[in-house]
Structures are given as structure tokens and as C-alpha cells.
Nanobody, 126 residues
Framework: QVQLVESGGGLVQAGDSLRLSCAAS????????MGWFRQAPEKEREFVAA????????YYAESVKGRFTISRDNAKNTVYLQMNSLKPEDTAVYYC???????????????????WGQGTQVTVSS
């Protein structure tokens, strides 16, 4: 069992940066693939980024590639999402998620993940 708590969201202007954090409790954190998803009002939850168990491999949605960076610190049981050059279309509730299965090809599917945080709101004004 893993509990996930996101933090770091807020209201920023276009072009600004934010760093989201997701703290996990329960062990062993280093065995989970971690992902970030987001959901805008009246839209489906969509994949943002994923990171392998030891942080060697990372994957991004095309819409955030080059602007967002996912990372993890297994010693701190925390995964991060550094978001730069934010755009109004990045406005959403951001969720982190944990996948017990070894990293495969389904990292972008929300149905692959076993545990979810409660979400943190990111609002980007133009």
C-alpha cells in the first residue's frame, strides 16, 4: 500500500515555473514506476510524464516535452515535476500515481497505475 500526497501547485503567469512534489509513504518506493497525470475541467485525465523505478528512464507527453522534467529521489520517497515555460493550457489538477508493475509500454495509461494522490491545482494565467 502506498499513500501519495502532492504539493507545490498554485497560480502563476504564463512563462513562469513551478515544481510539484509527490511524497509517498509505504515501502518500497523504489519499486514503483511513478507517473504524473493532469485533468482539466470537462476533460479526461491525461498522461504528463513517467519515470522508471530507479529514475533511469523518463517519458513525456508531446505537449510538455522540453518544458517539464520528471525526477525522483528514492531516499526521500519523493517524485518531482519541474514545470517551466508554463502555458494557460497547462491549467489542470495534477495527480501523481504509482504503478507496482515493472516499467512496460503502458506507462501513459491511467489504468496502469495502482495508487493515486488527491491532486494539486495548477492555474496558469495569460
Amino acid at each position: 500500500q502506498v499513500q501519495l500526497v502532492e504539493s507545490g501547485g498554485g497560480l502563476v503567469q504564463a512563462g513562469d515555473s513551478l515544481r510539484l512534489s509527490c511524497a509517498a509513504s509505504g515501502r518500497p518506493f523504489s519499486r514503483y514506476v511513478m507517473g504524473w497525470f493532469r485533468q482539466a475541467p470537462e476533460k479526461e485525465r491525461e498522461f504528463v510524464a513517467a519515470i522508471s523505478e530507479r529514475g533511469v528512464r523518463t517519458y513525456y507527453a508531446e505537449s510538455v516535452k522540453g518544458r517539464f522534467t520528471i525526477s525522483r529521489d528514492n531516499a526521500k520517497n519523493t517524485v518531482y515535476l519541474q514545470m517551466n515555460s508554463l502555458k494557460p493550457e497547462d491549467t489542470a489538477v495534477y495527480y501523481c500515481a504509482a504503478d507496482r508493475a515493472p516499467l512496460g509500454t503502458s506507462y501513459a495509461s491511467m489504468y496502469e497505475y495502482d495508487y493515486w494522490g488527491q491532486g494539486t491545482q495548477v492555474t496558469v494565467s495569460s
